[in-house]
């Protein structure tokens, strides 16, 4: 076995979307104190450089399994299926018209009278949509049901997106 | 072959085999040195019983230096030779000091490298070189308190330092003669002083304002390990900030106009810094200046900095809102930096976290402290020790694409070491070459970013546009600094480089210096080789031998055992000679020869951490 093999096999965690975060970031904590470079100081230079190399692979396993978007994609590609990279377009329309909808809400915040507020109730409906998607990848992947998985991922990136976007627009009422 | 001895695992080596470390706060005001000693972190003082070295820089014609306390007492009468503040110039190009240049009262020269340098009598002086006086003499006086040559020192930089500036520092220790154990950053080394004193867990903000830089930094300590969330600051904001905008007013109360004379304008931020620090425990002071005295309040200081703090603060709030939390979820806050000492800042702190923040430890020393404590772990003084810190990269890492564009390939905030490659591909038919440009920032237009180096892949085959496949992949180590690599995959054509900031200087400079400061005596400059390739040569042989006697006849064959042994008997023995060239030649081969090993050790490291997981299951009941 060695490093590439799999994410969830660096922390010795079942392959699944339900992940205990906690048990994760513990794991991820041993992992570094056996591997981070400084604990390699003391070593010969050529385990030094891999240490270097292990410990970024750790950092980006714990990155992509601790983040409920990313997991889900990884979990995608361990099937094969790369869905960040096809810009895969959902077919659901109803889903369509509420991201119309929020995103239309997003643009007016500037001219609203009371901007945080709006951001507020537009960042409170993303995060529910977000979370309710997280359940249906759930499902979806225990059930190897990945044509429907596949469309989940798609439409948890807009909501990973607008997000972002709210984050944004945070920053700027704050005048940053 | 002669054995050295090892100690048993666990056990601490006895104390005259302990490994001298310090950490190294290189302030842009102040500097400082600390070391463990018993087992507890202190800073060591020089032969006038002080902590502080004035981080001030006076040079003669000769090229001889003063460094620290005199120098500083020399700023207004010879201000063009005593160099100040010269941090806010590490790693910085000739357009980024321009301004700075007109607030700090410099002759500053272009280099033939585009970075500028401080024209003196002593000729042209880089802030590489006139840092590392700093470093030498808080090097010397370790390694005096010490008794002894120092294995390697941490140095610690502000959490927003780009790339740019963290070469710059380490460049500097390297023209001082010092081994470079890691950067740390600074808010980081404070939260290991006051984690490990106080022995809290949970998410701790570090606010550390000093002269010329401000650093904010969200961690989350837990069972010993530090984890940064986020980090954020400017690298250009601080106390002298203060000072120049108290001078300012100074100079229209006085009626001085716009056009100030250099020793002028230091008399005014003198006197202006002097009266900012005595407002921090009196309500007002008496000032005079340039022939003008008045009376300053408390209130018209606050007036002039209000403005300076609040920037500080929506800086907080970003880095809270990058870590994913409220300021109602931060356990303590901790502040750092001689500019927290002024009571509006602490007013403003207290009320954006809504709690006290915590200045038990010095916030002159805090810094220092937790490096050397750092250090000392590094270099083995404290086996088995839990501590671990896991730091960030305070900006975006990407490249030029089509149209002045950034792309990020590591974002703000992302954990190190890490390794991210990312496809590109050729733009025109039959294209073979592609340019690379590596930029720093978190703007789209490249124009907003910082330029960190250039280079070429050349001798792709040429194919139609878009064909190629062109792996850009970017390292950053644990020391924040990058390496960044190209290829062409279906071809293989390669190239790398070792980002040497376009600002910085190259591996060349940096031999030039150092071979310049021994012009006047070449043999310390082969005998600084010799010692520096024996030094080299001893840890490899040491590292190497305690590997072997843990690992080798379980992972080795006798063979390849006995190869590698005879490798190292070479090595012993050239050691004692006085080729330096000969000593590296060895090095090398050694390191050739236990390649495989290595590879070898670290995959039974690996098994057994994964077991250790299923081990650990098995035990909860998993
Ligand atoms: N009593 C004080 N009140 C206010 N500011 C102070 C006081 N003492 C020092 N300072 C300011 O602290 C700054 C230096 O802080 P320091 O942490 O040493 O900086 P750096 O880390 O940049 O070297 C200077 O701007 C200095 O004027
Ligand atoms: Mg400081």
Redesign the interface.
Known sequence: MDFTSNYFEIFGLPAGYQVDLELLANRYHQMQREFHPDRYINKPSQEQRLAVQYAAVINQAYTELKSPLLRAQYLLSLSGIESSREASITRDSTFLMQQIELREALSEVREADEPFVVLDRVAEEARDQYADLQREFGQQYSQADVEDAVDTVAKMQFFSKLLNEVEQFEQELDGE | MVLLQISEPGRSPEPHQRRRAVGIDLGTTNSLVATVRSGTPETLLDSENQHLLPSVVHYIASGETTVGRRAYAQSADDPLNTLISIKRFMGRGIEDIKTLGSQLPYDMVASDSGMPNFNTVAGEISPVAASSEILKVLIERAELALDGQLEGAVITVPAYFDEAQRQATKDAATLAGVKV??LLNEPTAAAVAYGLDQGGEGVIAVYDLGGGTFDISILRL??G?F?VLATGGDSALGGDDFDRALAQWLGEQAALGDDLNPSLQRQLLMAARSAKESLSSQLQVEISVAGWTGELKREQLDRLIDPLIDKTL??C??SL?DAGLKPEDVANVVMVGGSTRTLRVREKVTEAFGRQPLVDIDPDRVVAIGAALQAD????NKPGD?M???DVIPLSLGIETMGGLMEKIIHRN???????AQEFTTFKDGQVAMAIHVLQGERELISNSRSLARFELRGIPPMVAGAAKIRVSF?V??DGLLNVSAKELNSGVESHVEVKPSYGLNDEDVTRMLKESYTHAREDMQARALREQQVDADR?YE??L??LNQDGHELLSDKEYHCLEAALDDLKQVRQSTNHREIARHIEMV?KT??E???R???A???K??T???L??IEKGV
Do not use: C, W, Y
């Open positions: 154990l890691r837990s069972h390990v984890e929506r800086a709030k970003r809102r772990v590094l270099v083995g839990e671990l810190l896991l992302t954990t190190i070491p890490v390794a991210k390292q180590d644990a490899m590292d190497l305690v590997a390191s236990s390649e090993f290595a590879a050790r670290m995959n490291s690996i098994q951490a994964l250790g997981h299923s650990n299951e």
